[in-house]
């Protein structure tokens, strides 16, 4: 990346644009309509999964200000767990940074806040994005004050984009990620999206053919700068707290162990049927409203939410907790990734790959192609199809070398990947030197 390509040319030929107001009432408008409609299905599954008891106050805006100082200020919004997993080492660079940049983390899901507390909360300031109505991102924009606004992948909002567009707050889409799927349904409203694909100063895009996509969108400004998933792992062999988990569960030492991440419904009864003799499951499945139907379906299978440990014939165990599936992988002898197996579109393997785990993955890949590709070519993971699954497991598990040639091939490929989190940093750096 050169010295002119990290200097957006979009900060210095842009003027703040007015907005006509007719356009946020419009927008308003049709949320209302939409929420109003959808009501009997999203507050039925609201109660039924519990997410009835979040923040609503700071969903609509409400918190407390972020006092401003001498210092420039980023705004980084991360909606969940895997956005904020992802800029752990974004932040930790812009924070090192001699111009010592404020950050200001935002994250939209009750799972993404407390992950982004967690990690960021003891030397940062982490708010809740609220939904995109006028008056809630106005408020938001009020408290938090931004001099850069940064979304992480792909979280363009009508509302939020006009009103940083019309305060003069540029927008910086990192780790920019748009699947062909999502292609299809914003192509369907070209109409609509355009300008708020035109609002964004620049994209950094995971990929030449995801800038491509961003570019035929409306984004006027598109690089190139890898994925910082790649980034965003620490390659090693022992995780924290991963022994404790061995021991609270009963898992005993010497047993194959496979572990399931990020599972969907369904997924559980393929991994039940094809797990070989002798070996157990660990398995985790993605949302918290499946956790009870995951239980159902394996017979006898201990759960971590209720601090059982199982017995010498336990065979199935349940990661029904938030923040532990790392220390999970860390157990396994062969790591399956969910959401790629059924009806969804994938799971990122990046890191049970970086714990030296040999990786199984379906062919339902879609959110995570780029990343599965460049781990296939290496023989940095096995892609399979569930018909597959039974004997791809009784192999893997008998062949201990197998499992580390695997392995060993994805952390190869895993540093050949990494940079993105560098070049980033350095763009959103220089449009700060712009504006704050």
């Known amino acids: 990346m050169t010295d002119d390509e990290r200097t957006p040319r979009s900060v210095v030929e842009r003027a703040a644009p007015r907005v006509k107001r007719s356009a946020f009432v419009l927008t308003d408008l049709c949320y209302f309509a939409a ?11 609201m109660i039924a999964t519990g997410k009835i008891k979040t923040d609503w106050s700071a969903r609509f805006g409400d918190g407390a200000i972020v006092p401003r100082t001498e210092r420039s200020r980023v705004l980084i919004h991360a909606v969940s767990v895997g956005e904020v997993n992802a800029i752990r080492g974004l932040v930790e660079r812009l924070a090192a940074d001699r111009a010592r940049p404020e950050v200001v983390i935002s994250a939209m899901t009750d799972t993404g806040f407390a992950r982004a507390t967690s990690l960021f909360g ?3 300031t982490v708010v809740r994005t609220p939904f995109d109505f006028t008056f809630a991102q106005r408020a938001w924009f009020d408290r938090v004050m931004p001099d850069l606004l940064v979304l992480v992948e792909l979280e363009l909002w009508p509302n939020m984009t006009r009103l940083a567009a019309a305060r003069g707050i540029p927008i910086c889409v990192v780790n920019g990620r ?14 609509f999206v355009k300008n708020m694909f035109a609002r964004i100063t620049v994209v950094l895009a995971q990929s030449r053919a995801i800038a491509d996509r961003f570019g035929e969108l409306g984004a006027e400004e ?17 995780v924290a707290g991963s022994a404790q988990l061995r021991e609270d569960f009963g898992i005993p030492k010497g047993v194959p162990l496979v572990v399931a991440g990020s599972t969907e419904p369904g997924e559980e009864v393929l991994l039940r049927d094809a797990l070989p003799a002798g070996a157990r499951l660990l398995i985790a499945p993605r949302k918290p409203e ?15 939410s209720k601090k059982e440990r199982g017995a010498d014939d336990t065979r199935f165990y349940l990661l029904d907790t938030i923040g532990e599936l790392r220390m999970a992988y860390a157990l396994a002898d062969v790591v399956v990734m969910g959401r790629s197996f059924g009806k969804l579109y994938g799971s990122d393997p990046i890191e049970p790959a970086s714990l030296a785990k040999a ?4 062919p339902r890949v879609a959110d995570f192609r780029d990343v599965v590709e460049t781990l296939v070519k290496a ?3 096995r892609q399979i199809e569930a018909a597959q699954l039974p004997s791809t497991l009784t192999e893997l598990l008998a062949d201990p070398r197998a499992r580390a040639m695997i392995a060993m091939k994805a952390r190869e490929a895993i540093r050949r990947e990494q940079g993105a989190t560098a070049r980033t940093a350095e763009v959103i750096l220089a449009l700060l030197t ?3």
């Open 290 to 304: 499946w956790f009870d139907g995951v239980a159902a379906n394996l017979p006898g299978c201990v759960r971590r």
């Open 379 to 381: 023989g940095g993971i």
């Open 122 to 124: 003891e030397k940062h």
């Open 222 to 238: 598109v690089l190139l700068s890898g994925n910082m998933k790649w980034d965003s792992v620490a390659m090693t062999d022992e």
């Open 434 to 436: 712009t504006t704050g």
């Open 359 to 362: 990786v199984i993955i379906g």
């Open 178 to 191: 748009l699947s062909e799927r999502s292609m299809r349904r914003y192509r369907r409203a070209r109409w």
């Open 35 to 45: 929420a109003l409609l959808t009501s009997p299905i999203w507050l039925t599954r």
